[in-house]
């Protein structure tokens, strides 16, 4: 375990030794003792908060306020509308690729309507039991390795999404979100509206606004990295430095210079040493292989 400071905060910080078994599936460990008013800022992947401390995280949004173990779909945090805070927080964070979020959840990403669900109403007791057992076992290994267990076996027993929506979402985040919808749907041999439906359906987000998301991603980490926003909206795509400024505001409700401060994404190197994206499962040009391989 190590320690993130950042102005007044100090956390420990713990990774797993390993990689995750199942491709899409990314771990970090965290301690904070004071955690304040932390911005949530939107993130290319399923959010999945598994609490186990004395204390208890809580999440402050538009429609009220959840504690404790808790699931956000992609893009959670959009608008700068979702901060966290909490005394004595103990958590595993999970990252999750929306390819594989489906099967691991039991239900789809587009459910949670971008917002938070407390995980008690998808996974109901088990919840309960996976605090206690977090709370009993000695060292993070160890919690990152029961963590993993539990999501693998409930991967493996979950729907694959359709093997052109994984491949769509694989040519995004390949490209950095800028491959064009009409060419996704042509990769594909669909129609632009029935992409558009199931990927929406099965990721929890249309594949324009998906490119948007990984785009500003890429921008965002950039920006937390020290480049300046001239070279990061020529880099990332963006026409000009106002049209990187509009979707970082409409993202975080932050402008690109406050975005570089912040925490959330400061932390990514440490907690996720790769920038904090898990890695994609990968899917053969074929399309047609049914479930996506294990890592």
């Known amino acids: 375990m190590r320690t993130f400071t950042h102005g007044t905060a100090v956390w420990d910080v713990a990774s797993p030794l390993r990689p995750s078994r199942v491709a899409g599936i990314g771990m970090a460990g965290f301690r904070a003792r004071d955690l304040d008013a932390l911005r949530m800022v939107p993130h290319p992947a399923v959010t999945l908060l598994l609490d186990f401390g004395a204390g208890s995280p809580v999440l402050d949004y538009a429609a009220g306020q959840q504690r404790g173990s808790l699931v956000g779909g992609p893009g959670l945090g959009a608008g700068g509308a979702v901060r966290a805070w909490g005394e004595n927080v103990e958590c595993v964070q999970v990252r999750l690729s929306p390819v594989i979020a489906r099967a691991v959840l039991g239900a789809s990403p587009a459910e949670l309507d971008g917002t938070v669900v407390p995980l008690d109403d998808l996974w109901g007791r088990e919840v309960s039991r996976i605090r206690e057992r977090l709370s009993e076992v000695a060292s993070w290994q160890d919690r990152f390795g029961m963590t993993d ?66 785009r500003f991603d890429h921008a965002a980490h950039r920006l937390v990295a020290g480049v300046g926003a001239a070279r990061v909206a020529a880099d990332a795509g963006y026409t000009d430095q106002s049209h990187l400024h509009r979707d970082v505001m409409a993202f975080t409700g932050a402008t690109p210079s406050a975005v570089a401060g912040e925490r959330f994404l400061a932390v990514d190197g440490l907690a996720w040493p790769g920038r904090g994206t898990p890695a994609e499962p990968r899917v053969s040009t074929g399309l047609r292989s049914g479930r996506l391989p294990e890592a």
């Not at 950095?176 to 509206?193: F, H, I, Q």
């Open 149 to 214: 267990a539990l999501l693998c076996r409930r991967y493996a027993a979950g729907p694959p999404v359709d093997p052109e929506v994984a491949w769509a979402w694989q040519r995004i985040i390949g490209s950095r979100g800028l491959v064009r919808v009409d060419g996704l749907a042509a990769e594909v041999g669909w129609s632009r509206k029935r992409l558009w439906s199931r990927f929406r359906s099965q990721l929890g987000l249309p594949p324009k606004r998906a490119g948007r998301l990984v």
